[in-house]
């Protein structure tokens, strides 16, 4: 049974940091592409950053590069978001999710994504 279970969620204040992580089993974490993703209300799920299967390349919307640093362990199937600087338009339920190819993430094929986490909600106060 597949499963991605994020966690660290909560509520912060704008400028503070917050790290997420997403736990993964049931597939060959290290042949995927992992990558997160937010869904504000009210608003369409997007794209915040994704990590290749090698954990040599790294991808961001143009909203949280800089911001956010996305990594991977293969040895402990987890992967991580570590968020600073955080704005209340980074308020979101952030969701992690696993494919083979990047590009299903970069050009957010959300129906085409091979699996999703519940997510996890961060509130930004300001």
Request: proline fraction near 2%.
């Amino acid at each position: 049974q597949v499963q991605l279970v994020e966690s660290g969620g909560g509520l912060v204040q704008a400028g503070d940091s917050l790290r997420l992580s997403c736990a993964a089993s049931g597939f060959l974490f290290k042949s995927y592409v992992m990558g997160w993703f937010r869904e504000a209300p009210g608003k369409e799920r997007e794209f915040v950053g994704a990590i290749s299967w090698s954990e040599d390349r790294t991808y961001y919307s143009d909203s949280v590069k800089g911001r956010f640093t996305i990594s991977r362990d293969n040895a402990k199937n987890t992967v991580s978001l570590q968020m600073t600087s955080l704005k209340p338009e980074d308020t979101a339920v952030y969701y992690c999710a696993a494919d083979r190819y990047v590009v299903t993430m970069t050009e957010r094929r959300l129906d085409a994504m091979e699996y999703w986490g519940q997510g996890t909600t961060v509130t930004v106060s300001s």
